[in-house]
């Protein structure tokens, strides 16, 4: 009894002693930290407190990376994908969020609060952030990248502790993992944008050379007044691009994708242009060339544009002179002053299809023009717009697709008249679109439809004449010259095809046989096109009268695809 009250007097002395030991340390450390607060420079005392933590954190299994919100003068991607990533991590331990809704966003934004905590699990292994919010002098403190930086007082910092030996976890696994998935919860929480250049700023920082707004188009391909096939078959382009990243870098092309819509105004380019955007969920880049002065500010542009967007030039034919390049090379001297500010050609082919179009990803190029005739052949060929889509006047299933979108009907007594009347007028997808608009009532839209057809087929039938008229009237002068020069010009060789166009076939299918397949039809269709486009062409020069007057040039020849080229583009 005696011995059990000794220990217990023995174990209450010890404590009493553990107590006023702590105690005196606490008081101690505490006098220490206030005289180093009040007399020592900031600086000293940032090396003492370093050297403390340093001396205690050689026997700590712990490891903390800091991650700051800036690399230098430029965003820190780790930093804000990690902010991202942990704004939809809260837990029941989470005591303060930070939340925020801009005017014309669609979410909100959900982070973390300074100094807030929290915890997340990956591959069984345990991490804690830590949001660090550091306090500076403002004055001190510039970024131009940071509009706020000359009012702020704090730099803000992420700070990620988690055991020693899961550091190449953390590097090879963990954070590409965080990357992954803020990408993806960016895209699902993405408004999506329209950008025009501002010209003002093209000479300074290359992320101010686009001007953002919010594009919120209503266009999808379930509204587009297309044909049905036509819709299809850009889908599945879309679809095929998209995924086959490694396909690009294994053939050695640049994963980008062209496109040329043409057709005359009002066939639904513009609409076609969005619904793509909608579908992707890809960024619009609006690029007016006619605004540019030289080649080099259409480099910086394409430098400046984000990945998985979408470039859109229309109207090329109006925006770039597509005189002969060998003219323009020998008058070069003399209009050097008017030329250096204006885009060229083969500026703008370089910016499509050279060394610099390769330094971006993912991106779609679009041209739109209401006159294919005018456009240069260099910049129609595949690998440059490698899809031309034909934007024609309204057909009979457009026009059902309209009528279900616009009057909520699949089918009505007048839609056969209609739809008769449709193929014997041309009339836009846009016209017929503005008179269904007119009246809530089916039978009442479709009737003063009916009404518009009739007076838009007389108004087509007198511009025909009208042109027939101008013609016969140019058919006039000597047309032996022509002739002649016809008959010999029809012996010379033709083009049958180039690699750029077997290159494209081969891109189009995963299977060899298909692929194959393809390129035997397309050799058969481009000479029979060669050949009738060339006669075609030296007929028209004869009917204008051309002959005697004025010689005709004949078509340069282009060597045909040698056996060699086209084997190492099936083996790639």
């Known amino acids: 009894m005696a011995s059990s009250s000794s220990s217990a007097e023995t174990n209450l002395a010890t404590a ?23 007399f020592m420079p900031h600086e000293f005392q940032d090396l003492i407190f370093s050297g403390i933590r340093n001396f205690f954190n050689r026997f700590s299994t712990q490891m903390t990376m800091v991650i700051d919100e800036f690399d230098g003068l430029v965003n820190n991607q780790i930093y804000e994908a990690a902010e991202l990533y942990l704004g939809g991590k809260v837990s029941n331990s989470t005591q303060r969020l930070k939340v925020s809704k801009p005017e014309k966003e669609k979410s909100f934004t959900i982070a973390m609060e300074r100094d807030e905590t929290s915890s997340d699990v990956f591959d ?45 976890l953390v590097l090879k696994s963990y954070l590409p993992h965080i990357l992954r998935e803020s990408k993806l919860a960016q895209q699902d929480k993405k408004t999506l944008k329209i950008f025009t250049v501002d010209y003002e700023n093209l000479y300074g920082n290359l992320a101010d050379a686009w001007i953002p707004t919010n594009l919120d188009h209503p266009s999808t391909f379930e509204t587009l007044a297309l044909d049905s096939e036509i819709k299809n078959f850009i889908l599945e382009d879309l679809e095929r691009f998209v995924r086959r990243k490694d396909y690009y870098r294994k053939v050695g092309k640049a994963w980008k994708r062209g496109y040329l819509l043409y057709g005359p105004p009002g066939t639904g380019k513009s609409s076609l242009i969005a619904a793509m955007a909608n579908y992707l969920n890809f960024d619009v880049y609006d690029l007016e060339l006619t605004e540019l002065r ?86 129609l060929r595949p ?32 839609f056969a008249e209609i739809e008769q009347q449709i193929k014997s007028t041309e009339v836009t997808p846009a016209e017929v679109a503005e008179e269904l608009i007119k009246s809530d009532d089916p039978e009442a839209a479709l009737k003063g439809l009916i009404e518009f057809l009739k007076v838009k087929e007389k108004e087509n039938e007198e511009a025909k004449a009208k042109k027939e008229n101008d013609a016969a009237e140019a058919n006039k002068g000597d047309k032996k010259g022509a002739e002649a020069k016809l008959g010999a010009e029809q012996g010379k060789s033709l083009t049958v095809v180039k690699e750029a166009e077997v290159a494209e076939k081969l891109i189009k299918s995963d299977h060899l046989e298909v692929a194959l397949q ?40 282009t060597k045909e695809l040698e056996s060699i080229a ?3 583009l099936v083996e790639s």
């Open 16 to 38: 009493k002693t553990v107590l006023s030991t702590a105690a005196s340390v606490a008081a101690t450390a505490m006098l220490v930290r206030s005289i180093v607060q009040d």
């Open 124 to 168: 069984g292994v345990k991490f804690i952030w830590v949001l660090v919010c550091r306090q500076v002098e403002s004055k001190n403190f510039y970024n131009p990248r940071d509009l706020n930086s000359t009012l702020r007082s704090e730099v803000r910092s992420f700070e990620l502790t988690f055991h020693k030996k899961h550091l190449d």
């Open 294 to 379: 030289v080649n080099s500010e259409l480099r910086k542009l394409l430098i400046a544009m984000a990945n998985r967007s979408i470039l859109v030039v229309e109207d090329i034919d109006c925006t770039v002179d597509f005189e002969d390049r060998n003219k323009a090379a020998e008058s070069s001297s003399d209009s050097s002053s008017s030329n250096e500010k204006q885009v060229t050609l083969s500026g703008l082919l370089n910016f499509i299809d050279g060394l610099w179009s390769s330094c971006g990803d993912e991106r779609i190029i679009i041209f739109t023009t209401n006159h294919k005739e005018r456009l240069d052949p260099a910049l």
């Open 383 to 414: 690998g440059r717009m490698d899809v031309h889509v034909h934007m024609s006047y309204c057909t009979p299933c457009g026009f059902r697709l309209l009528a279900a979108n616009y009057l909520g009907i699949k089918d009505h007594e007048l």
């Open 518 to 557: 393809g390129i035997v039809d397309l050799l058969k269709v481009r000479k029979k096109e060669n050949v009738e486009a060339k006669t075609k062409k030296e007929k028209e020069r004869v009917e204008v009268g051309l002959g005697g007057e004025k010689e005709i040039e004949a078509e340069p020849e």
């Open 566 to 568: 086209v084997y190492q």
